[in-house]
């Protein structure tokens, strides 16, 4: 029994030496574990040091800022920018601004040296304490860290080096510096960097004229932009508010009173918005590429390039205005097309959602088109409730009335007549007459998004500025600049150049062409017969009767006689680069163009012969007041007192400079054969299809334009200061239907753009050339008139082209045509 005893004994010896063993190898392992654990961290720490970007180029802060667009008379048009942002420097923030940023976002930062390690461990106990992450820790100098230095990603290592360089930031820049940064760095929501862009987009004021209550409520925005919004959630908006005011009533910077005070003010939420970017996005997309090709993406994002363009902001409005009404009223021609799509009652609220995301004002603006839906119908009154987002208003029978006797239905579901019948669910597109007060209240009017395009160009004809381009309907639906890039069949908007060529080949608007059928060998089995737009054939014309009412088949018998490749050659000296047909179909608009380069080719005979080029950009300047580049606009000849007067109301006056480049006019035509044409083109707006255009009240000449089966509608025109060209059409080509004649569908818009886009310029006359003489015609025969004989009209000739003989002389052949 001892023995077995001691051995127990041994055994239990030998156990317990056997832990110590264990013990101290553990000990002694974990101890070498800790070691090169902790090895690995200084090596890992360094490797850091080494790796983080420098905190010395934050003392010279230079960021992103917006690139300006302006007009020809100095306005705002446009802006280019990654990150929209006005740097202001930090003795123009307000002081209660600046402590209201600090007491919602970090208020020990007058205290701590980059990292507030009492605030890392408040958060902690309260992020424990809640089971989620209620609080963060980061101080001011650590977002400006993260925002500056460092990228967004969420990992321990971006918080180590977010950590590392606050400390070196806070030994580098003082605290004013550090804030500067920081208050024109940070993001506060609705495309806004930086409390002076906060400041116009919530409030429409500079950040020096913010009450205590505006600025509360932007220092609320740091924490979630979006869920704070004043503009889509104003309530929440001022649940911040309100802890931002007892933060700084906590720190001391105000008084309860003055936080009461605060809250009780009436925030009014207005933006100063400084351009209408969706009137001249074609515009401003021409700019950016022409820009972005020469000087790159950063420097024009980034650098605040100030960009003077030879856009005139009115003309520009007009020129969409007058677009957008003019579809929508050929669009209302053709009918309504019904719904967009229907919804059941359950689909609704979601639906509305999505919409109200999408509306970035606190009410619907007047004119402004919306997604409705359709959720109550009163028959007795005859009107319809209409959602959008979140509001609501009432369509009545007469805002509907465009499209036709609409059936009011009471039940959900696809009707089986779609396009006569409105009920609950039915998504349309409504316009708003009078806008919503607090979400209510508001009357729409039935609307339709019109299925065919436009594009307006327009440009002075003496320097070559474009003053106005609109490309389509809705930029943001479609890039595509109808008016550089779509090429369509011009129609008869195409004949007045061949009438020029016909003039310098020795033709007169007096010349006689007999207009009768004719037929032509078209290498195919049947002869080519062009036939007139009413059918209609009227035997001997004038050449200014034929341009006047756009007679097809003497426009072929001109262009049969002076020959085709004359023709070809006389279009490209005015400009036209793209292929033409080399056949008599040319003579009727059978060669697709593009409306900027028939509108350029008309420019000619507006400048009195001279061939500009059209160009966008006047001057380039960079943020510290180099002149990148500068085009003056060219001088012609010969500038009567009154044309000069208007250019100059027109031109940029910011072009004083010595030019790095000039642009240039060429003459390609003479003056005579210029004023000729424009004189001919009087008589298309006085009494031919161009008729509409009268309405400007101001001397105009032009030339419609339609193609077979009403696919492309065309009006170019002009005045001594201004020519611009509309077209209108599908892009898929079709007809354009009843009303889409180029007098009834781009007349009306060409008509409303000029009226308005002139308003205030000086009415003038074209000037006559000394060389260009008038003798008394008969318009039947071509011949000299006597004075008092009825039916006589005077006429335009370059000298020694007029007829030679009268009405009834004896000696004359009767075969003369001039």
């Known amino acids: 029994m001892e023995f077995y005893k001691g051995q127990a004994n041994t055994g239990r010896r030998i156990k317990k030496s056997g832990n110590r063993d264990l013990f101290k190898i553990a000990l002694v392992s974990g101890g070498i574990i800790a070691v090169l654990a902790s090895l690995a961290f200084l090596g890992y720490f360094f490797f850091l040091l080494g790796t983080l970007p420098k905190v010395d180029r934050l003392a010279d802060y230079r960021p992103p800022i917006v690139s300006q667009v302006f007009g020809a008379d100095g306005s705002l048009v446009g802006e280019f920018y990654l990150e929209r942002r006005t740097v202001v420097p930090v003795d123009k923030v307000p002081k209660k601004l600046i402590q209201a940023f600090v007491a919602a976002e970090d208020a020990n930062f007058y205290q701590h040296k980059g990292i507030d390690y009492l605030g890392i461990v408040r958060a902690a106990v309260k992020n424990v304490l809640s089971m989620r992450k209620k609080e963060g820790a980061s101080t001011i100098t650590q977002q400006v860290a993260k925002s500056m230095l460092l990228t967004p990603e969420k990992k321990f290592s971006r918080k180590l080096k977010e950590a590392i360089l606050a400390k070196r930031m806070e030994e580098r820049l003082s605290k004013d510096e550090i804030l500067y940064i920081y208050l024109n760095q940070i993001y506060l929501g609705a495309g806004s960097y930086g409390v002076q862009l906060a400041a116009e987009t919530y409030f429409a004021k500079s950040v020096e004229n ?17 869920t704070y919004s004043p503009i889509k959630h104003l309530d929440r908006a001022k649940e911040r508010q309100s802890y931002v005011l007892e933060r700084m009533v906590k720190e001391g910077y105000i008084t309860q ?3 009461d005070h605060a809250k009780n003010t009436p925030i009014v939420i207005r933006s100063l918005k400084k351009v209408n970017g969706e009137q001249s996005a074609y515009f401003l997309e021409q700019v950016r590429i022409q820009l972005e090709e020469k000087y790159g993406e950063d420097r024009l994002y980034k650098e605040g390039l100030k960009i003077y363009t030879t856009m005139n902001a009115e003309m520009q409005k007009a020129a969409y205005e007058g677009v957008v009404n003019g579809l929508k009223a050929l669009d209302k021609r053709q009918g309504f097309r019904g719904p967009i799509k229907y919804l059941a009652e359950a689909e609704i609220n979601d639906f509305c959602k999505k919409v109200e995301e999408g509306i970035d004002s606190s009410a619907l603006k007047e004119g402004a088109t919306y997604l409705g839906v359709v959720t109550a119908i009163n028959q007795g ?8 987002g979140d509001r609501t208003g009432i369509l009545n029978r007469k805002n509907m009335a465009w499209a036709g006797k609409l059936a009011l239905v009471e039940t959900y579901g696809k009707p089986e007549h779609k396009a006569k019948t409105l009920n609950p669910g039915s998504v349309i597109e409504v316009s708003v007459v009078t806008p919503d007060v607090n979400k209510n209240g508001a009357l729409f009017a039935l609307d339709q998004e019109p299925e065919a395009q436009a594009a307006l160009f327009a440009m002075d004809p003496k320097t070559g500025g474009v003053r106005a381009m609109v490309g389509g309907y809705d930029f943001k639906k479609s890039q595509f600049n109808r008016a550089m890039q779509a090429r369509r069949n011009p129609g008869s908007s195409f004949k007045p150049i061949i009438y020029a060529a016909a003039i310098d080949k020795g033709m007169t608007p007096a010349t006689i062409i007999d207009d009768s059928p004719a037929e032509y060998e078209s290498g195919k089995e049947q002869a080519w017969k062009p036939k007139n737009y009413d059918n209609i054939y009227r035997g001997p014309v004038t050449m200014r009767e034929a341009l006047t009412d756009s007679i097809n088949v003497v426009s072929v018998k001109i262009l049969e006689s002076i020959g085709v490749g004359t023709a070809i050659d006389y279009a490209k000296k005015l400009g036209i680069t793209s292929p033409l047909a080399a056949n008599l179909t040319l003579a009727l608009g059978s060669s697709s163009l593009t409306p900027m380069e028939l509108t350029s080719a008309y420019a000619v005979f507006a400048s009195g012969g001279f061939k500009v080029s059209p160009y966008f950009v006047t001057k380039v300047v960079d943020r510290e007041g180099n002149v990148l580049e500068e085009t003056t606009p060219p001088q012609l000849p010969v500038f009567s007192s009154a044309t000069s007067a208007v250019n100059l109301a027109l031109d940029d006056p910011g072009t004083s400079k010595p030019a790095s480049r000039s642009s240039t006019a060429v003459p390609v035509i003479s003056p005579e054969t210029a004023y000729i044409m424009t004189n001919l083109m009087q008589s298309v707006v006085s009494s031919g299809t161009g008729q509409r255009a009268r309405a400007l009240g101001r001397p105009v000449a032009g030339k419609t334009g339609t193609t077979n089966d009403m696919k492309d509608a065309w009006f170019i025109g002009y005045v001594p200061q201004l020519v611009a060209g509309v ?21 009306p818009i060409w008509t409303e753009f000029m009226q308005r886009g002139l308003a205030g310029v000086p009415v003038a006359n074209f000037q006559v050339p000394a060389n260009v003489t008038f003798a008394l015609i008969n318009p039947r025969t071509g011949k000299l008139a006597r004075e008092g004989i009825e039916g006589s009209a005077t006429e335009c000739f370059i000298p020694g082209t007029e007829p030679t003989s009268y009405d009834g002389d004896p000696a004359a052949t009767g075969d003369e045509t001039n």
């Not at 913010?210 to 979006?226: F, V």
């Not at 009154?381 to 959008?388: D, F, H, N, S, Y």
Request: aromatic fraction near 4%; proline fraction near 4%.
């Open 210 to 226: 913010l009450n205590l209550a505006e600025m509360a409520m932007l220092a609320g925005l740091p924490k979630a932009p979006n």
């Open 257 to 259: 009173a003055e936080a």
């Open 381 to 388: 009154k005859g009107e319809a409730t209409i959602r959008v």
């Open 727 to 747: 077209w209108v059409g599908y892009d898929q080509e079709r007809s354009l239907g009843a009303g889409g004649s180029g007098g009834q569908a781009a007349a």
